[in-house]
């Protein structure tokens, strides 16, 4: 079975960026769709991005214009560009990949999971 595994997180001071990166073990990205999820403390896990098997991209809306998914031809990374990054994007950062080729938004439609990188942002 594919693993994932998420790294890039950290702090960083608010208005800053960082990328987080996700690596399988196994190319898999041309059959599946794959998302990031985050979970802030007291909080549900909720949906930040996806990127589908056709290459189209969905977001959420508190991240529209400031983050990006995307990754690399012939690669198994998949990456996600943070930019303007603001305190309430403190969380843990989750990558997935879906069951189905077309973006996913629920966290039941994706049937692997990373083991999480914590990004924290500092005001």
């Known amino acids: 079975q594919v693993q994932l595994v998420e790294s890039g997180g950290g702090l960083v001071r608010a208005g800053g960026s960082l990328r987080l990166s996700c690596a399988a073990s196994e190319r898999t990205f041309s059959t599946k769709s794959m998302g990031w999820f985050r979970q802030a403390p007291g909080k549900e896990r909720e949906f930040v991005a996806g990127?589908?098997?056709?290459?189209?991209?969905r977001y959420a809306d508190s991240v529209k214009g400031r983050f990006t998914i995307f990754r690399a031809y012939n690669s198994n990374t998949v990456y996600l560009q943070m930019n303007s990054m603001k305190p309430e994007d403190t969380a843990v950062y989750y990558c997935?990949?879906?069951?189905?080729?077309?973006?996913?938004?629920?966290?039941?439609?994706?049937?692997?999971w990373g083991q999480g990188t914590q990004v924290t942002v500092s005001s």
């Open positions: 990127h589908s098997w056709s290459g189209s991209t």
């Open positions: 997935a990949r879906a069951m189905t080729g077309t973006v996913a938004v629920a966290s039941l439609q994706y049937d692997v």
